[in-house]
């Protein structure tokens, strides 16, 4: 199966989940994050803001907030597949960006990526080995390398997959989370 076919089928999959399986998923998904050894480890923590096809992030960030961490959001830069880290010190930093996406505005200071301790990560499909499948557009599997920090994935257990298609260019992530908890993907080298 091609990458643009599962993106496709995921797509459609997304459509026919329940709304309440959705809500309750995405609060356990949030749950496990800040429950996890990489999250209270972490003083800096990059996290993406999640789309209507993707986990609702908003108590997550709300929770990195009141925990007292740096909280660094994503913003798509006019480059193609480029992005960067910008702090933010509350919700009211964000605006509609790129695709509709919300943003850190323009004046939120740039957080280099050597700053980050925790990357929390989007996808369409994810699996237990740290496989990602992304939207395409490769922000991610350009931004993570230049990171030193653990990365974890967000997905729905009805959307993880096993067989996605990985290219030499794709990153492999450090931590899967589910509903059902969190999996550590590497094993140390």
Same mark, same amino acid.
């Given at each position: 199966?091609?990458?643009?076919?599962?993106?496709?089928?995921?797509?459609?999959?997304?459509?026919?989940?329940?709304? !309440?399986?959705?809500?309750?998923?995405?609060?356990?998904?949030?749950?496990?994050? !800040?429950?996890?050894?990489?999250?209270?480890?972490?003083?800096? /923590?990059?996290?993406? /803001? =999640?789309?209507?096809?993707? &986990?609702?992030?908003? $108590?997550?960030?709300?929770? &990195?907030?009141?925990?007292?961490?740096?909280?660094?959001?994503?913003?798509?830069?006019?480059?193609?597949?480029?992005?960067?880290?910008?702090? &933010?010190? +509350?919700?009211?930093?964000?605006?509609?960006?790129?695709?509709?996406?919300?943003?850190?505005?323009?004046?939120?200071?740039?957080? $280099?990526?050597?700053?980050?301790?925790?990357?929390?990560?989007?996808?369409?499909?994810?699996?237990?080995?740290?496989?990602?499948?992304?939207?395409?557009?490769?922000?991610?599997?350009?931004?993570?390398?230049?990171?030193?920090?653990?990365?974890?994935?967000?997905?729905? @257990?009805?959307?993880?997959?096993?067989?996605?298609? /990985?290219? +030499? @260019?794709?990153?492999?992530?450090?931590?899967? /989370?589910?509903?059902? =908890?969190?999996? @550590?993907?590497?094993?140390?080298?």
């Amino acid at each position: 199966m091609t990458k643009q076919t599962m993106r496709a089928e995921v797509a459609a999959r997304v459509k026919n989940l329940s709304p !309440t399986y959705c809500r309750e998923a995405d609060a356990a998904i949030c749950r496990c994050v !800040t429950q996890s050894q990489p999250y209270q480890q972490a003083k800096t /923590v990059f996290c993406y /803001v =999640g789309t209507e096809r993707e &986990i609702d992030t908003m $108590a997550l960030l709300r929770a &990195i907030l009141r925990d007292g961490k740096v909280l660094a959001v994503p913003l798509c830069l006019p480059e193609k597949g480029r992005m960067e880290a910008r702090r &933010i010190t +509350g919700l009211g930093d964000l605006v509609s960006g790129r695709f509709g996406i919300l943003a850190p505005k323009l004046e939120c200071p740039k957080i $280099a990526p050597e700053e980050l301790e925790l990357a929390i990560v989007p996808c369409c499909t994810g699996n237990a080995t740290g496989q990602r499948l992304g939207y395409g557009g490769g922000y991610y599997d350009r931004y993570l390398p230049q990171t030193k920090c653990p990365t974890m994935l967000l997905c729905r @257990h009805q959307l993880e997959r096993s067989d996605i298609p /990985v290219d +030499g @260019h794709d990153v492999q992530l450090d931590y899967f /989370v589910t509903e059902r =908890g969190v999996v @550590h993907c590497k094993v140390e080298e």
